[in-house]
């Protein structure tokens, strides 16, 4: 019995080794199984608190005032057709005789009687000032333009005299006029500046420049 004893070590031991040297190689590992499906989504969080209102910031300088505008000088560009223009009398200078012209009329509340009036012709693409006289290179005719005004309105005059002395008192094709209405005390001012009131360009520039608007 004993005998028997002392041999069971020895086959447990033996069998042990014989169990251990009969294990196989690792297989080659197994496909990657398919993803699983997304989780549900979370709840949305609470909304935080709303932060303190900033302070206000430094209120900034004051612009400088800019100048007045001058509401004493306005302007109106009129087109006349060769069918606005009307036989008138024109009253001689020192005399009691008058002599024929066409004359248009234009009504205008801002002409009054302490304004004064500079009215233009355009010729081209320029603007001539008025009175004005041309002979006529064609036929050596005389045309002449001028203008005058009273309080609430202004007329323009036109005629053209041939050799002859035959007498027309229309132009042939529309012409464009402009005038311009200035405060008297306004006007004085530009021709101490030494503005040309006959050069358009210079009446203009004046005004722009000395807080009118054209």
């Given at each position: 019995m004993n005998k028997a004893f002392k041999l069971?070590?020895?086959?447990?031991?033996?069998?042990a080794v014989s169990l251990t040297s009969c294990e196989g190689p690792v297989g080659p590992q197994g496909d990657?199984?398919?993803?699983?499906?997304?989780?549900p989504q979370g709840g949305q969080g609470s909304t935080g608190t709303v932060g303190a209102q900033g302070t206000a910031g430094a209120q900034g300088?004051?612009?400088?005032?800019?100048?007045?505008?001058?509401?004493?000088?306005?302007?109106?560009?009129?087109?006349?057709?060769p069918a606005d223009w009307q036989q008138v009398q024109i009253a001689g200078i020192g005399t009691n005789t008058s002599s024929t012209w066409g004359g248009v009329l234009v009504s205008d509340a801002n002409i009054a009687a302490d304004k004064t009036v500079q009215a233009f012709v355009k010729l081209g693409s320029k603007w001539q000032a008025l009175p004005i006289e041309f002979v006529k290179d064609g036929d050596g005719s005389k045309e002449y333009m001028s203008?005058?005004?009273?309080?609430?309105?202004?007329?323009?005059?036109y005629r053209q005299v041939a050799l002859d002395g035959t007498r027309t008192f229309a132009p042939i094709n529309s012409v464009d006029v402009k005038y311009i209405t200035i405060q008297q005390t306004f006007g004085q001012a530009m021709q101490n500046a030494?503005?040309?009131?006959?050069n358009y360009n210079e009446v203009?520039?004046?005004?722009?420049?000395?807080?009118?608007q054209l």
């Open positions: 069971l070590p020895a086959f447990l031991l033996s069998a990657q199984g398919s993803q699983g499906a997304q989780g300088t004051a612009g400088t005032n800019g100048s007045d505008g001058n509401a004493n000088v306005t302007s109106k560009e009129v087109s006349v057709s203008f005058g005004y009273q309080t609430g309105s202004v007329q323009f005059n030494g503005v040309n009131m006959r203009v520039d004046y005004i722009n420049t000395h807080g009118g």
